[in-house]
């Protein structure tokens, strides 16, 4: 079963208005967990590490003050999209680093956004 | 930024055959892991080879890695036709924590028709 989990799956919102993703690791504690976005056919761009109990680290070219993550929990970040324009389009992924330090990540299955 | 690329960007073969897609990174690294993706879906980790090793086995894949040409290829024997997903590689820079942030290749779109 999944180890990580994504919630929603799908939203739909009115430019101008926030959406929060939620991204919740189900059998572990996870200190650090990361959120990509992906356009159509392309890869996974990584946009922040959510390090619980202290600020996110974010990408270049990434805006802070745009994509608002909180990571209050050892099993819980979450990503908010604030003020979502219709290029915010995309979808969201995250994923959830296991403790001991080692690879392979544990990926959610993804939201997509549509602003409308 | 990305520095993965793959090739080819699109594989499209019959059930049975074997699938071969090929990665290419342009820094050093701690590891080379591939991942598969359903379409709209997250992603599923497949396999994972550290610097110093040079091939891995896991049921029907296999991973070769030749640091000297910063390249590594995925290889899908006796492919089926559940395996139709995108599959990417993605790295772990050498020097970062070994759970660090993997930079994704482009992808391969593979189609197996039965």
């Known amino acids: 079963g999944a180890v990580v989990s994504q919630h929603p799956s799908r939203v739909i919102c009115k430019s101008g208005t926030s959406v929060k993703i939620e991204c919740r690791s189900l059998d572990f504690q996870a200190t650090t967990m990361f959120w990509y976005r992906q356009f159509p056919k392309q890869s996974l761009m990584l946009m922040a590490t959510s390090n619980e109990g202290s600020k996110a680290t974010y990408e270049q070219g990434v805006e802070k003050d745009k994509f608002l993550i909180n990571h209050a929990s050892l099993t819980l970040s979450t990503l908010t999209v604030t003020s979502a324009h219709p290029e915010d389009s995309s979808f969201y992924i995250c994923s959830a680093a296991p403790p001991g330090g080692y690879s392979p990540l544990h990926f959610g299955n993804g939201t997509r956004l549509t602003v409308t | 930024s990305q520095q993965g690329e793959e090739d080819p960007q699109a594989l499209s073969i019959q059930e049975g055959e074997n699938a071969t897609m090929n990665c290419s990174y342009k820094t050093s690294i701690n590891n080379l892991q591939w991942y598969r993706q359903n379409s709209g879906r997250g992603l599923v980790h497949l396999i994972l080879i550290r610097s110093n090793e040079r091939e891995k086995h896991s049921g029907r894949l296999r991973v070769t890695l030749d640091t000297s040409k910063k390249s590594s290829s995925l290889l899908i024997t006796a492919s089926r036709a559940a395996d139709t997903a995108s599959y990417f590689c993605?790295?772990?820079?050498?020097?970062?924590?070994?759970?660090?942030?993997?930079?994704f290749g482009q992808g391969t779109i593979l189609t197996v028709h039965p």
């Open positions: 993605a790295t772990v820079s050498a020097g970062g924590t070994s759970y660090g942030k993997l930079t």
